[in-house]
């Protein structure tokens, strides 16, 4: 059972639980974000990011890739992942086209923190460090857009389109900071990279709620807990944040009232939790 959840202008679909599986596909940019899980809407979709190596994170890569040659798609998707990785990930699947008689093929992109590549002429992805037992990255989407110069930015409509049309450059283009994804980490990775703060939707992690588990517990985990959001709230000037990642400790119907418990009010009502509204699993 999908989740879907709308942030302004980006809708989140996928299915995330902490330490179970996580991958969301945001159709708006064309991307997936882990691959935990192989929803069949997401093989429609040309590039996966991946945080890190963690089987709830990549553990359906293959089946993901199985779908996509079943619906159709001959190209192998761009996989993006730390460049730690590459090798290991590109092993498991030759082994795993090995046992199939069929092969899985993607075309693997590694970065290191503070690499940047173009996913198409108006998307870029830079990769931020996080913070995870294991080689880990977060990940900075900006998307080129073009606006009017500000001095044509007061001009009525049909000013400027003549001005267009006598040929004057009357656009300029501006990066927007349009998604940030960080999970698996401790918070440090948004001290460390503050753009995270700063990108219209940030989709983080929330492992962790309340007092079932400590702050000092879910740090030694390098997991997020809920306090240190509170503690840097005010850093938050995104204007959406999208928690996902929640413990199986927390019952999906009760996250919201915790959040709405434990979150200052202004910035409770930028927060979308991505939760499905029917519990985990049945029992
Ligand atoms: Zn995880
Ligand atoms: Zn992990």
Redesign the pocket.
């Known amino acids: 059972m999908l989740t879907t959840v709308t942030a302004g202008a980006l809708t989140v679909r996928g299915i995330s639980v902490g330490g179970v599986y996580t991958s969301l596909a945001v159709p708006e940019l064309r991307l997936v974000l882990d691959a935990g899980s192989s929803p069949r809407s997401a093989a429609a979709i040309n590039t996966i990011l991946l945080s890190?190596g963690?089987a709830?994170?990549v553990g359906a890569l293959p089946a993901m890739l199985g779908i996509r040659a079943l619906s159709g798609k001959s190209r192998p998707p761009r996989v993006v992942m730390p460049s730690e990785i590459v090798d290991d990930l590109m092993a498991a699947l030759a082994a795993l086209s090995k046992l199939q008689r069929f092969p899985l093929e993607i075309e693997p992109i590694g970065m290191q923190p503070g690499d940047e590549i173009e996913l198409r002429n108006d998307l870029r992805v830079r990769a931020v460090r996080t913070f995870?037992p294991?080689p880990?990255l977060g990940y900075l989407v900006t998307r080129r857009i073009s606006k009017l110069k500000p001095e044509y930015q007061h001009l009525p409509g049909p000013e400027i389109g003549a001005r267009r049309r006598a040929g004057e450059d009357i656009l300029e283009s501006e990066d927007r900071l349009e998604l940030g994804y960080a999970t698996?980490t401790l918070i440090n990775a948004l001290d460390h990279a503050p753009d995270l703060f700063a990108a219209r939707t940030l989709i983080m992690e929330c492992t962790f709620l309340d007092d079932r588990k400590s702050v000092e517990a879910a740090r030694a985990g390098?997991h997020v807990h809920l306090d240190e959001i509170v503690e840097r709230a005010e850093r938050f000037t995104c204007e959406h944040l999208v928690l996902m990642h929640f413990s199986q400790i927390y019952r999906p119907d009760e996250v919201a009232g915790i959040l709405d418990a434990r979150l200052p009010p202004w910035l409770r009502k930028r927060v979308v939790p991505f939760v499905p509204n029917k519990p985990y699993w049945p029992g």
């Open positions: 890190h963690h709830d994170h995870h294991v880990s698996d390098c």
